[in-house]
């Protein structure tokens, strides 16, 4: 590993300075790549992940608190801007095998990969174009609804941020 990009920002706690005391001391770059887990991602988001993936020294370890929301989310968005994976088979990395909830809050992520597959079947048109001239953050949040069970266990239950 040469890249560890840390997906929650960086914090004033006992884990973050010791992640960041660990790679200097194993010569590992640490990058910041703040996504959100609970809320649709934004274009700048969209295009910092780009210009992160582009910039960084592979091979790269994605983390966040738990591992499957924003880790999911930045790990489709790697396979679609630095692989080339098709969004459809991308979009696989939001599954509940890695412990991703797509009836809680966390679910607008697998709706905003819904939203640009539905409209790229009718009208096809690159991923970055699309979150640049059609995507609406505000029109998915307004679409999106979230199970209230589904949220006790994610964020009760298990705890998530």
Not at 4 to 12: F, H, Q, W, Y
Not at 43 to 70: N, T, V, W, Y
Not at 89 to 112: M, S, V, Y
Request: with cysteine.
């Amino acid at each position: 590993i040469k890249t560890i990009v840390n997906l929650r920002g960086e914090r004033d706690c006992g884990s973050f300075r010791l992640q960041r005391a660990a790679c200097a001391r194993h010569g590992i770059a640490l990058e910041e790549l703040v996504l959100k887990s609970r809320a649709a991602p934004v274009p700048a988001q969209i295009h910092a992940a780009e210009a992160l993936f582009r910039r960084i020294d592979h091979p790269i370890l994605l983390h966040c608190k738990s591992g499957a929301d924003r880790a999911g989310l930045a790990s489709v968005l790697y396979q679609i801007l630095r692989e080339g994976v098709p969004v459809e088979q991308a979009a696989k990395q939001l599954h509940a095998r890695f412990g991703h909830f797509r009836a809680a809050d966390t679910g607008i992520l697998d709706l905003f990969f819904e939203r640009y597959i539905e409209f790229n079947r009718k009208t096809p048109m690159p991923f970055l174009e699309w979150v640049d001239t059609v995507y609406d953050p505000e029109a998915l949040k307004r679409d999106f609804k979230a199970s209230r069970w589904a949220n006790v266990l994610v964020d009760k239950v298990l705890r998530r941020e």
